[in-house]
């Protein structure tokens, strides 16, 4: 049984450059969702898609990073011209959409550091 | 907008002592309530859920939680604690089934002493 796997689990760039996580979700599920989280806090809500398409975008969620999830299965988000801020661990979810009470499975999370 | 309030950052209990993690939420609707415990260097792992029925809801690894809506509550609770059970434990609140966007308190970090 294959749980949410994230690539990579940690990141160090430079203020200024791109850069792009994947997240792998459980292979049936048609939900995914993208989570920040900064230390001391609990995870905030970026985006989540159902299939391809892009359902809902926090308003956390600047102009600098974007979602994808192209053919419904693996998704990538991409942070661009990077900032000390974006400094955080972001986290991948998935669920099965189903007419009962589901949960959302987390990956173990890329850590990114921005220098 | 919903919310969730954790009012306990850190907690520290001995271990076979009680434990009980304070939870109070906001949210228009009817509520679908979780609890997510996270150890150091792991991912989130969902601990129980709550929707209807019961307001006593059983967990794994022993925990419980119980929902009162009149105290817009639902905390946490284990009679017996183990050393095992330190981590970061977080409260959450959704929409539709589980399937939107979850709104997370602060967490409360739990340490357990000998």
């Known amino acids: 049984d294959t749980g949410v796997s994230q690539d990579p689990r940690h990141k160090i760039t430079k203020r200024g450059q791109n850069v792009t996580f994947r997240c792998d979700p459980i292979?049936?599920?048609?939900?995914l969702y993208w989570y920040r989280q900064t230390l001391g806090q609990g995870p905030e809500f970026l985006t989540y898609?159902?299939?391809?398409?892009?359902?809902?975008k926090s308003r956390l969620l600047s102009d600098r990073f974007s979602a994808e999830r192209p053919k419904g299965s693996f998704s990538t988000l991409e942070i661009q011209r990077t900032e000390q801020g974006d400094s955080a661990m972001y986290l991948c979810a998935s669920s099965l959409v189903s007419p009962a009470l589901n949960e959302q499975f987390f990956g173990p999370g890329t850590r990114l550091t921005v220098l | 907008a919903q919310s969730v309030t954790q009012p306990d950052i850190h907690i520290t209990v001995s271990e076979g002592a009680s434990l009980e993690l304070r939870c109070n939420y906001s949210y228009g609707a009817t509520p679908y309530l979780f609890w997510y415990v996270q150890s150091p260097g792991q991912g989130l792992q969902l601990l129980l859920k709550y929707f209807s029925g019961d307001t006593l809801v059983q967990g794994i690894k022993g925990f419980e939680a119980e929902f009162k809506r009149s105290q817009s509550s639902f905390n946490l609770r284990k009679p017996s604690v183990h050393w095992s059970d330190a981590a970061e434990y977080f409260c959450?609140?959704?929409?539709?089934?589980?399937?939107?966007?979850?709104?997370f308190g602060t967490g409360t970090r739990l340490t357990i002493i000998p």
């Open positions: 292979s049936e599920h048609n939900r």
């Open positions: 898609f159902q299939n391809e398409a892009q359902l809902e």
């Open positions: 959450a609140v959704g929409g539709d089934f589980g399937n939107e966007k979850l709104t």
